[in-house]
């Protein structure tokens, strides 16, 4: 069954930032989301079986499965190589996640962080490509594709091996297009030139360009009065031939809006925009911020229960709108008497399964010294 771009909505629902209450999903805020999310005619919610804990999976049960007709939204989640043991594990999860969500079929299945090292081999030792084929037979995937966090080398051999694969997602913004860790641009143009239907992730990079410094923010109101940064992130990428859809991992009412306004009559990009866009791009690369997304897979397996994300928010509102006071404040009273930035063992647990591939380690020595000291 091959995708229809033109059917697909332009912006989805990413379920990996979820409003809480304390640690618990805020059910009725993101049922809340969920309305407004589909009122505005649109219906691709993505989650994974490590979001939230677990709980993201059971959040769509609740908030999306339970509420809406099956036929009327399109359900997609991810299958994660890190707790793969032996082949049996992919059924296991796999139905775990049915049970979870609440679903007999999943629109759009993915294999998680495919990506050199451990994940790539895992997927590749325990035949997950046929294996995702096999589901797909049985009707229990609709679509079947990857998440991707690799090289443009590795990219191109997977393709050539799998040519199986329906659409890849792929961390996509105007900041990493040229990030040489990231390669945005260089996955994108591999993806767009074979004609594979692109899922883009992190399009405002886990919130950082939600929030540039006041200079680049003054770029855009110039521009656009009234705009939002986001609204400039999303533009960029929806204006880009052969994405399929974009995912925002909204944690209010607010931020959902916007978005919904961004594309209710979506104006792609001018020339003079996206010269303004590469302004903003040179202001943001001359500040020493530390490229987290906030994607939290470090959390989960930290010895020491480090909020490891929390801490490298701070680091970077102090360096781009010199608020040192208000984070150490922070810091001390919410962050620091669960675990602080000194507490890391340097195990590397967390830079082993970092999507941005960032030396956690070493960045959290820095923190300790802002923060600390």
């Known amino acids: 069954m091959s995708i229809d771009l033109t059917k697909m909505p332009k912006l989805g629902f990413g379920l990996m930032r979820l409003p809480t209450n304390g640690d618990e999903i805020d059910l009725e805020a993101v049922s809340k989301m969920v309305d407004d999310y589909i009122a505005a005619g649109l219906n691709y919610f993505d989650t994974a079986y490590v979001y939230h804990g677990g709980n993201s999976e059971r959040a769509a049960k609740e908030c999306i499965v339970k509420r809406y007709p099956r036929d009327s939204f399109y359900l997609a989640t991810k299958l994660p190589a890190w707790s793969i043991k032996t082949a049996d594990d992919r059924d296991r999860i796999f139905n775990e996640q049915c049970e979870r969500a609440g679903v007999e079929y999943f629109d759009f299945y993915l294999l998680h962080s495919v990506e050199e090292g451990g994940n790539y081999d895992t997927y590749e030792k325990f035949d997950c490509f046929e294996w995702g084929l096999q589901k797909k037979r049985e009707g229990k995937i609709r679509h079947f594709g990857f998440s991707f966090h690799g090289t443009p080398a590795l990219l191109e051999k997977l393709l050539d091996d799998h040519p199986e694969v329906e659409f890849v997602q792929i961390q996509l913004n105007y900041l990493d297009w040229d990030n040489p860790v990231i390669s945005s641009g260089r996955l994108y143009e591999i993806l767009n030139e074979r004609g594979i239907p692109i899922i883009v992730m992190?399009?405002?990079?886990?919130?950082?360009?939600?929030?540039?410094?006041?200079?680049?923010?003054?770029?855009?109101?110039?521009?656009?009065?009234?705009?939002?940064?986001?609204?400039?992130?999303?533009?960029?990428?929806?204006?880009?031939?052969?994405?399929?859809?974009?995912?925002?991992?909204?944690?209010?009412?607010?931020?959902?809006?916007?978005?919904?306004?961004?594309?209710?009559?979506?104006?792609?990009?001018?020339?003079?925009?996206?010269?303004?866009?590469?302004?903003?791009?040179?202001?943001?690369?001359?500040?020493?911020?530390?490229?987290?997304?906030?994607?939290?897979?470090?959390?989960?397996?930290?010895?020491?229960?480090?909020?490891?994300?929390d801490i490298f928010t701070l680091i970077n509102s102090m360096r781009i709108y010199n608020e040192g006071w208000r984070a150490k404040n922070y810091y001390n009273t919410n962050i620091a008497p669960i675990a602080k930035a000194s507490d890391c063992i340097g195990c590397g647990q967390c830079e082993g399964v970092c999507p941005q591939h960032l030396p956690i380690i070493e960045y959290l020595k820095e923190a300790a010294q802002e923060l600390e000291n």
């Open 202 to 309: 992190e399009p405002v990079k886990g919130g950082t360009l939600a929030s540039p410094p006041p200079e680049a923010l003054g770029k855009f109101e110039a521009a656009r009065k009234g705009a939002s940064a986001a609204s400039w992130a999303l533009r960029f990428v929806a204006s880009l031939p052969g994405v399929m859809t974009i995912l925002s991992g909204m944690s209010n009412s607010e931020q959902m809006k916007d978005n919904i306004s961004t594309f209710t009559g979506f104006e792609p990009l001018s020339d003079s925009e996206k010269q303004v866009i590469e302004q903003v791009k040179e202001i943001m690369r001359g500040k020493p911020t530390i490229g987290c997304t906030s994607c939290r897979y470090c959390c989960d397996g930290c010895p020491q229960g480090i909020k490891i994300p």
